[in-house]
C-alpha cells in the first residue's frame, strides 16, 4: 500500500470506474434540486433518486462520481470519533438497472487490493444475513473464507426508506489494529469503535417493499456505493483520523496555529480543534453552494455549525475573530477539485465574517445571562433550567438554543424541554394566525365555490371576451341569483382578467352586457376559481347573463413590462452577483416591479449599475419572449430556473428571453424584450438577514421618473434663480459663497455689537464686594453671541460676574461667568447659575468660571436675575 494523497484517490477512483464503462459526473450541489425531502445532500446517491426511481433517464445507465455530502446527525460524533465529519465527500458507483452485484463486488475488490495495493487480509466485508447471493460472491469467486464474512442483521446491513426501492448492503471493513479497539471479546467489523472502520458500503436494491410487509423483487436492480474519501485516506495514509489526512490536516495545523495550543496532548482541546476543522470545512462548502445563515431549514444548520466553531474557538482560548482566516486554508486546500470555492472565496469569506460577528455579539450577553441562569437553578438545588427562561433567551436575545443545551449540559443541568416546545408551537400558531389575517381571505366563503368548475382563463392570448356569469357572491349574504347595486365578486366561466399569483398583481377592468356596467377592482384566483372583484355600476347582473369582459389593457401593459423586467433582473443579478441569487419573493403591479433575492451584503453602486445595464442592454436586444407549456423536467432541461420549493403540476409554463432568462411563470409577459422599453432601478435594501430588495420602474414608469427629476429641477431652479436647470450647479455655488460672505460678515457684526453692549453692560455693572455684578435679560439673543460675550467679559475683566437669561418665548436658558479674580474671591458661576434657574424652577450648573443652565417660568426672569446678587453676596463671605 502506497501513500496516497486526497487528490490522487478522487481521482484513481473515478478514472478506475471510467474504465469499467461510467460516465463521470461532477459533484452536484449540497442544495437538493427538486427533493423536499431532504435538507442538504447526505450521500452520493441521494441527487440520482430520481434515476433510481425511473422518474429521469439517466445519461448513462453506470455513473460515478465523487459526491460533497452533509450529514448533521453525525454532529455529535464529529471530534470523538476518527471517522465522522459533518462534512465528507463519498465515492460512489452507481448502476441503474445494468450490472448488479456480481459485478459490484469483485470490481470494489479489484479496487482496493489492486488499485491501492491494501492489504487484503486486513479487510473484512460485512454481509445482510439473509443475502446469500452476496456471501457466496465474497467466499467463492473473491475467494475470502467463511469466517471472515460478516453477517448483519437488518439494522446494519439493510437499506430502506419506507416503501419503494431497497435491498440489502455489503459493507467493507478496514481493521486498523488492536489499538483502536475497545477490548470487547465480540468487537468485530460493525462494532461502533474505531477498529474496524467501515469504509465502502454497496447498496444493492433489488427489492420493492410493497407496504404491507411482502417485497417483490425488483425488475430493473440497481447498485449504489459509497465510499468515504477521507476514511480511505485515513487507511492509505496511515494515519489516525479523518482530520490528519493531507489537505485536512493543512486546516487542522491553521486552528493549532491560531489558538496557539499543540494538538495531541489534550483529548478535549484535540476535540475542539478537529470540531473546527469539520465545521468551517463544512460551513465553507455550504456557503460556496448558496446556503446563507438563517433561523430555518439549511440555514440553520449553517448558522449552527458556523457558532459552534465559533464557540469551540473560545474553548481554545482564541479571542478574536478567527473563522475566515481558517476558510481560507479550506479554500485553497480544496480550490482545485471545487473551483466555484476560488470563484467565490470574496462572499463566502464575507458572509462567514458576517455571521461570526453577529455571533460574537450576541453570545457575550446570552452567556452572562445564561451563566446567571445556571448559577441561581445550582443555588436553589434545582436539576434543570425553566423552560420559559430558555425562550426568553431564544427568542428575545437570539440565544441558539442547542448552544444552550450544550452548556447546560456542560453543567450538569437539564432543560425543561417539553415547556420550551409549547412556548416554541405557541410562538409558531401566533405567526401563523398573523400571517392568515393579513391575506384578506378569511371572509371567502371557500364552499360556496365548492361546487364550481375552474374558470378558463384566456388573458394570455387576449384581453377582452364574452363569457357567462356562473355565480355571483355578495359580501353580506354569499351566493346570490343577482345583484343590483354595491360590491360584489363575480365567477365567469372564462376570463381575460389576470388573477393574483405568483408574484403578479390581478388585474383591473369592466364587465359589461347591454344596460349593465361594473368596474372589475381586483381579480383574485382561489382553486382554478377566478374571483372578479366588482362594483356595480349601472343596471343589474344575474348569474346565466353573458357579458363582456375588458381588462384595463394600458395597466395591464405597464404590469406585463414590469414583469418581464423582473425576469431580465433576475438573470442579470445572478451575472453580476453569482449563482447563489435565488428570487425570495417578487410583486408587480402596474407602477413597480419590485424583487427580492438572496444575497448577503449591500450591493455596491458600482454592481447596481451593471445590473442596471444589463437589464437595458438585453431590452434593447429585442429579443422575443417565448412561452411554453411542457413537463417540468423538460423545462428543467431546458435550463429553466424554478422557485425552491414551489409546487409545480405535470404541465408547467416555460418563459423563454433569448439567451438572458428561462424561468417558470404563469404570469403574463411583453412579446418582445424591446417593449419593456427602458428600466430604472429606484433603490436597493435589506427586508431580511440575507435577502435584499430591489424596486425598479419601467417603460411609462421611467418617464414619470424622469418628469419628477425635472420638476424637481426647474422648481429647484426656480427657487435658486437659475435661468435654467443647467446653470444650476453655477448658481448654487453662487449662492453658497454668499451665504458664507454674509455668515462672515454677520459674526464680525456681532462682534462689534457685543463690543457696544458691553460698555453699557459695565456701566450698568453693581460693585458687590470686590466684584463687579453685571446681569441682564438678553431675550432672543443667539446663545452663540451670548457665549462670545461671556469669553470676552470672563477674559477682559477679571472681576466680573455676569448672568444673563436668554429665551425666544417659549424656551428659557441662563449663562454666567466669574472671572479670574471674582473666582479667587469666592465667586461660582456653576453654583450662581443653579440658584437663579431654581427661581423659575429650573436647574444646570457648571464649572466655576463659566456654566449655562435651563430656567422654565419665564414670568419669573426679573426675579430670579435680581436674586443672583444675594446669591453672589453669599458666596463672597
Ligand atoms: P457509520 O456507521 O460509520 O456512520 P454509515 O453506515 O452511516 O457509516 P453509509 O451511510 O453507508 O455510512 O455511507 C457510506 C460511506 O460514507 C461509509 O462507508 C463511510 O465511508 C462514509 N461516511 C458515512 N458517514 C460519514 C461521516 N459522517 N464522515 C465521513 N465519512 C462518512
Ligand atoms: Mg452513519
Request: charged share 25%; aromatic share 6%.
Amino acid at each position: 500500500m502506497q501513500w496516497t494523497s486526497v487528490n490522487d484517490l478522487r481521482e484513481k477512483f473515478l478514472s478506475f470506474f471510467e474504465s469499467k464503462g461510467h460516465l463521470r459526473l461532477p459533484s452536484y450541489s449540497l442544495i437538493p434540486q427538486g427533493d423536499k425531502s431532504l435538507l442538504l445532500i447526505n450521500s452520493g446517491m441521494a441527487p440520482m433518486k430520481k434515476f433510481f426511481t425511473g422518474e429521469v433517464t439517466p445519461p448513462r445507465n453506470r455513473v460515478t462520481t465523487c459526491q460533497k455530502c452533509i450529514r448533521t446527525p453525525d454532529l455529535e460524533r464529529v471530534g470523538h470519533t476518527a471517522r465522522h465529519g459533518t462534512f465528507f465527500e463519498m465515492l460512489g458507483n452507481f448502476s441503474f438497472g445494468d450490472y448488479f452485484k456480481d459485478q459490484a463486488i469483485p470490481w470494489a475488490w479489484e479496487f482496493l487490493t489492486e488499485v491501492l495495493e491494501i492489504p487484503a487480509d486486513l479487510l473484512y466485508p460485512s454481509v445482510y444475513e439473509e443475502d446469500d447471493e452476496a456471501f457466496e460472491i465474497w467466499n467463492k469467486k473473491i475467494g475470502i473464507p467463511a469466517e471472515r464474512i460478516v453477517r448483519l442483521g437488518k439494522e446494519d446491513n439493510f437499506w430502506e426508506h419506507g416503501t419503494g426501492p431497497c435491498g440489502p448492503c455489503s459493507e467493507i471493513y478496514f481493521d486498523r489494529g488492536e489499538k483502536y479497539g475497545c477490548g470487547s471479546p465480540d468487537c468485530k467489523p460493525g462494532c461502533d469503535c474505531d477498529r474496524f472502520m467501515e469504509i465502502w458500503n454497496n447498496v444493492f436494491s433489488q427489492f420493492n417493499n410493497m407496504g404491507d410487509g411482502t417485497y417483490t423483487e425488483l425488475e430493473h436492480k440497481n447498485i449504489d456505493t459509497g465510499m468515504g474519501l477521507e476514511r480511505l485516506a485515513c487507511v492509505v495514509q496511515g494515519v489516525d483520523n479523518m482530520f490528519e489526512i493531507d489537505g485536512v490536516r493543512r486546516i487542522l495545523d491553521k486552528v493549532v496555529e491560531i489558538s496557539g495550543v499543540s494538538y495531541g496532548n489534550n483529548p478535549d482541546r484535540d476535540m475542539s480543534i478537529r470540531v473546527v476543522t469539520d465545521h468551517v470545512r463544512g460551513a465553507t462548502f455550504m456557503i460556496s453552494d448558496g446556503v446563507i445563515p438563517s433561523n430555518e431549514g439549511r440555514g440553520y444548520v449553517l448558522r449552527r455549525i458556523l457558532r459552534r466553531a465559533a464557540r469551540h474557538g473560545k474553548l481554545l482560548g482564541i479571542d478574536r475573530p478567527f473563522l475566515t482566516e481558517v476558510c481560507a486554508v479550506v479554500i485553497d486546500q480544496n480550490g482545485e477539485a471545487y473551483p466555484e470555492l476560488k470563484e467565490k472565496a470574496e462572499y463566502i469569506t464575507k458572509v462567514m465574517s458576517i455571521e461570526e460577528e453577529r455571533f460574537d455579539a450576541t453570545i457575550d450577553g446570552g452567556l452572562s445571562i445564561l451563566n446567571n441562569l445556571i448559577g441561581t437553578a445550582k443555588s436553589a438545588g434545582q436539576t434543570a433550567i425553566s423552560g420559559d427562561d430558555t425562550f426568553k433567551l431564544y427568542d428575545t436575545f437570539g440565544f441558539p438554543i442547542d448552544l444552550t443545551r450544550e452548556i447546560v449540559a456542560e453543567a450538569g443541568l437539564s432543560l425543561d424541554e417539553e415547556r420550551f416546545a409549547t412556548l416554541m408551537k405557541e410562538q409558531r400558531e401566533r405567526a401563523r394566525a398573523a400571517r392568515a389575517n393579513i391575506s384578506g381571505w378569511a371572509g371567502t366563503d371557500k364552499t360556496a365555490l365548492a361546487t364550481l368548475p375552474k374558470t378558463e382563463f384566456t388573458g394570455y392570448e387576449t384581453l377582452e371576451g364574452d363569457a357567462k356569469v356562473i355565480a355571483i357572491l355578495s359580501a353580506e349574504e354569499g351566493p346570490v341569483q343577482e345583484v343590483s347595486e354595491g360590491e360584489f365578486m363575480l365567477v365567469l366561466d372564462r376570463t381575460p382578467f389576470y388573477g393574483e399569483g405568483g408574484g403578479q398583481v390581478g388585474d383591473r377592468g369592466m364587465i359589461r352586457s347591454g344596460g349593465m356596467s361594473a368596474t372589475v377592482t381586483d381579480t383574485k384566483k382561489t382553486d382554478g376559481i377566478y374571483l372578479h372583484h366588482c362594483t356595480l355600476e349601472s343596471g343589474m347582473i344575474r348569474v346565466g347573463d353573458t357579458v363582456t369582459a375588458s381588462v384595463d389593457v394600458k395597466r395591464r401593459a405597464a404590469i406585463r413590462r414590469n414583469h418581464s423586467a423582473a425576469h431580465l433582473l433576475q438573470g442579470a443579478l445572478r451575472e453580476v452577483l453569482g449563482s447563489h441569487v435565488e428570487q425570495a419573493g417578487s410583486y408587480v403591479d402596474e407602477s413597480e416591479c419590485r424583487f427580492d433575492f438572496s444575497h448577503f451584503s449591500a450591493m455596491t453602486r458600482e454592481e447596481i449599475d451593471r445590473v442596471e445595464r444589463i437589464v437595458n442592454e438585453s431590452i434593447l436586444a429585442g429579443v422575443p419572449v417565448e412561452t411554453v407549456v411542457t413537463d417540468p423536467e423538460t423545462a428543467k432541461k431546458m435550463g429553466a430556473m424554478a422557485l425552491f420549493g414551489e409546487k409545480y403540476g405535470d404541465r408547467v409554463r416555460m418563459v423563454r428571453m433569448g439567451d438572458f432568462s428561462t424561468e417558470l411563470c404563469g404570469g403574463t409577459h411583453v412579446s418582445n424584450t424591446a417593449n419593456v422599453a427602458l428600466f430604472k432601478i429606484l433603490s436597493e435594501s435589506s427586508v431580511a438577514a440575507g435577502v435584499r430588495r430591489i424596486v425598479a420602474v419601467t417603460g411609462l414608469g421611467v418617464l414619470d421618473l424622469i418628469a419628477g427629476k425635472d420638476a424637481l429641477l426647474a422648481e429647484t431652479a426656480r427657487v435658486l434663480k437659475a435661468a435654467t436647470a443647467a446653470d444650476l450647479p453655477v448658481r448654487a455655488a453662487a449662492v453658497q459663497g454668499e451665504i458664507s460672505r454674509q455668515k462672515k460678515e454677520i459674526d464680525s457684526l456681532n462682534q462689534k455689537l457685543a463690543a457696544s453692549r458691553m460698555d453699557s453692560l459695565l456701566a450698568g455693572a453693581k460693585q458687590v464686594g470686590s466684584v463687579r455684578l453685571i446681569t441682564d435679560d438678553l431675550g432672543a439673543a443667539g446663545m452663540d453671541s451670548v457665549r462670545a460675550l461671556c469669553d470676552t467679559l470672563k477674559d477682559r475683566y477679571a472681576d466680573v460676574v455676569a448672568v444673563f437669561a436668554i429665551h425666544d418665548g417659549e424656551k428659557l436658558n441662563f449663562m454666567g461667568v466669574c472671572g479670574a479674580d471674582a473666582v479667587a474671591a469666592g465667586a461660582h458661576a456653576g453654583r450662581l447659575l443653579g440658584a437663579v434657574s431654581a427661581v423659575t424652577g429650573g436647574k444646570g450648573g457648571g464649572r466655576p468660571d463659566s456654566a449655562t443652565s435651563g430656567g422654565r417660568d419665564l414670568a419669573k426672569i426679573g426675579e430670579a436675575l435680581a436674586a443672583a446678587e444675594e446669591i453672589l453676596k453669599e458666596m463672597l463671605k
